[in-house]
């Protein structure tokens, strides 16, 4: 049984969304505030966090970024904004996923199980033959027995998301794909909206995986047309 971690400081808000992660056989903890919810993920084996950003003491920007520090788990944002800046900040201070109220719960639960699915599969670190599942790239390895990634021997710690858009980009290295098309092959899901929270990602991994993110040598951009991982030798 997963545990979900709900918080928003609108109870009726924590209980609603509670309902519905119940049904499907999840296991709720319910705060009501971003210091509620970072002593909550002390407490307890939290899989995935669902939090409002607009709080009173500490809010859910502050939260997720104070959380990155010691924890990879999913982060799914609510907030009553929908322009796009808030989702790029949100996706800056390390968020996965951002939804915005009113939202459809069933909607919640999907983008919660898909989260999951992703760190769940991250997370599976038993080894199997030693060679299988490595992907190289000149000095990029990534190890999907692991889940780990390495450049030049150095090793990089990248979120879920990131890590599985990195893995397909290095799987299908030299082929171009678009905006679109990368997002409903990473997150299996129509790309509405995901120009910004592919730009944001991408830009996270290179910095993460290049020397000089400015001149990348393994995640380029192609202008026009999208991301494309290059060859190197």
């Given at each position: 049984m997963y545990n979900i971690l709900v918080c928003d400081?609108?109870?009726?808000?924590?209980?609603?969304?509670?309902?519905?992660?119940i049904t499907e056989g999840y296991n709720v903890i319910k705060a009501y505030?971003?210091?509620?919810?970072?002593e909550?993920?002390?407490?307890?084996?939290?899989?995935?966090?669902v939090m409002d950003?607009?709080?009173?003491?500490?809010?859910g920007l502050r939260a997720t970024l104070k959380l990155r520090e010691t924890s990879n788990i999913p982060v799914i944002l609510l907030s009553a904004k929908s322009e796009d800046t808030d989702k790029?900040?949100?996706?800056?201070v390390g968020a996965d996923d951002y939804i915005t109220k009113p939202?459809?719960?069933?909607?919640l639960v999907a983008r919660v199980k898909s989260q999951l699915r992703r760190y769940t599969q991250f997370g599976n670190i038993e080894k199997t033959d030693e060679t299988e599942g490595i992907i190289t790239n000149g000095g990029l390895v990534i190890d999907d027995n692991a889940k780990s990634v390495t450049v030049e021997g150095e090793e990089v710690k990248l979120t879920p998301i990131e890590y599985q858009i990195l893995k397909?980009?290095?799987?299908?290295?030299?082929?171009?794909?678009s905006t679109s098309s990368l997002y409903e092959s990473v997150w299996n899901e129509d790309a509405i909206g995901s120009e910004n929270i592919i730009a944001v990602h991408?830009?996270?991994?290179?910095?993460?995986?290049e020397i000089n993110p400015k001149e990348p040598r393994y995640l380029k951009v192609v202008w026009g047309q999208g991301y494309k991982m290059e060859k190197v030798d």
């Open positions: 400081d609108d109870k009726e808000i924590v209980e609603a969304i509670s309902i519905y992660l505030d971003g210091f509620e919810a970072l909550a993920m002390k407490q307890g084996d939290i899989h995935l966090l950003i607009m709080m009173p003491r500490m809010d790029i900040i949100g996706l800056n939202f459809n719960p069933l909607e397909f980009l290095t799987q299908n290295r030299g082929k171009v794909y991408v830009r996270h991994i290179r910095e993460k995986i």
